[in-house]
């Protein structure tokens, strides 16, 4: 059923704020990857008490059906399985996109993420999202499973109660969800879909209409001030030798909502493929791409900043990544931005400093199986520095990790591995037919 959209939010947001017979005691300190306005409503648990544990997910992406694996943090970064009772499976089921393999099946960012209490997840073989309470460092009970309102759903956000999916297929859509930040119940907005528009330009018929992999959606994200939403496609129209683009949504305020009539932003040939971004300490984009020109140049990192007054973003500044040719995703921590390097099996350091890029380095790299890093799939830092990489396995170990890392150096962007866990995670080889484990998000 839908509703209107200021109906919908008044109810979602506002519901079982007073009254609710939820009653933990563990609030959580604020990513810097998910700063909100003083104005979003907050869960009680967030609002009222202090943090008494951290845990970090991941999701089997299955064929069949989808699961999420849960592990206790704790403060020394360290991450231990933690056994349900029943299985958390999402009801839904994995899926690669446009083309995927298992080693990268949905080939974007953000599948699953963490919004106050809430875990959400996407569904991409049954076009579907899912939602979470998470209860304790043990426990999540599923609240919501519901049609992510377009075909492939691979990439999430959320920013003030309202969740945007990013829909892969069919030439690629974004579509808008009401979160209550108590039950972490979703609700489908009506009038919040938006169509990107990315179908094959070509009068061949042996043409598939959506694009491949390489020209396809990958991550969709609010800007940390919640004034535009932003979603970066490798390609355009499925053509990649012009470049690709991001995709810039105006933001209304008040309801958090995308407007119609967003702004593309042509990232350029001399950085094909762009792929994942995060976001500095001042709210700048970075960007990453696999291929600089194209095969076999080196990835690229770039830095834009979006106009006070207007819409659009531009360039301040793009370093190569020397050595590195398959960089797809990227995180920023304090004055680094890391990326991830699929073909040497590596992660990079970059310094950021005021939107300048400089001193690329080898921040840290596989030692061999079970700690091979092969090949990096996602990653994510939790509040407090530490970053949790996800390894898909797809190569001499065939046995999917977790690896664990610190800051060596603040004063650097070295990383020192702390921790490699496969406990709970599925060998790549029991996740045939381009689907395998995906995501990493931190609570």
Not at 251 to 278: K, M, Q, R, W
Not at 297 to 310: A, H, N
Request: hydrophobic residues 35%; charged residues 20%.
């Amino acid at each position: 059923m839908y509703f209107s959209s200021v109906t919908l939010l008044a109810f979602s947001l506002f519901a079982e704020i007073s009254g609710s017979k939820i009653a933990r005691t563990s609030p959580r300190k604020q990513n810097k990857q998910s700063k909100q306005s003083s104005k979003c409503n907050k869960s009680k648990r967030d609002s009222d008490s202090q943090k008494i544990f951290s845990a970090v997910f991941t999701m089997t992406n299955g064929k069949e059906s989808n699961e999420i694996i849960m592990y206790s943090r704790n403060s020394e970064g360290e991450l231990t399985l933690s056994e349900p009772e029943d299985i958390n499976t999402t009801g839904g089921k994995g899926g690669a996109a446009l083309g995927g393999d298992s080693a990268f099946p949905l080939g974007s960012q953000d599948s699953i993420i963490v919004a106050g209490e809430c875990l959400i997840a996407v569904n991409a073989g049954s076009n579907s999202i899912t939602s979470f309470l998470i209860e304790s460092e043990k426990s999540i009970v599923k609240k919501s499973e519901i049609n992510s309102g377009g075909l492939i759903p691979i990439s999430l956000t959320e920013h003030c109660g309202v969740v945007y999916v990013l829909n892969a297929g069919d030439g690629g859509s974004i579509h808008g969800f009401a979160l209550n930040p108590n039950s972490c119940r979703l609700v489908s907005i009506d009038g919040s879909e938006h169509l990107l528009d990315q179908s094959r330009r070509t009068f061949d018929p042996d043409l598939p209409p959506s694009p491949t992999v390489f020209g396809a959606p990958t991550q969709i994200s609010f800007t940390p001030n919640g004034e535009s939403l932003l979603v970066s496609i490798k390609g355009i129209r499925g053509a990649t030798a012009f470049g690709g683009s991001i995709i810039q949504f105006r933001v209304d305020t008040d309801t958090s909502l995308a407007e119609s009539n967003p702004t593309e932003n042509l990232i350029g040939t001399d950085s094909l493929y762009p792929f994942s971004f995060d976001f500095d300490d001042k709210d700048r984009i970075l960007l990453v791409t696999p291929f600089g020109k194209g095969p076999p140049d080196d990835g690229t990192v770039l830095s834009y900043k979006s106009g006070e007054q207007s819409m659009g973003i531009s360039r301040m500044d793009k370093i190569i990544l020397e050595g590195s040719q398959g960089t797809a995703l990227i995180k920023y921590n304090d004055g680094c931005a890391f990326t991830t390097d699929s073909r040497s099996n590596s992660i990079s350091g970059v310094s950021v400093n005021d939107g300048i890029l400089s001193n690329n380095i080898v921040a840290a790299a596989g030692t061999g199986a079970p700690q091979e890093l092969n090949p990096l799939l996602d990653l994510n830092f939790s509040s407090d520095g530490f970053l949790y990489v996800l390894s898909t396995g797809s190569g001499q170990s065939m046995q999917p990790a977790i690896h664990v890392y610190e800051r060596a150096n603040n004063d650097d962007c070295t990383l020192t591995e702390i921790q490699v866990i496969n406990d709970g995670i599925p060998e790549e080889e029991d996740n045939a037919e381009g689907v395998g484990t995906v995501g990493i998000a931190v609570y």
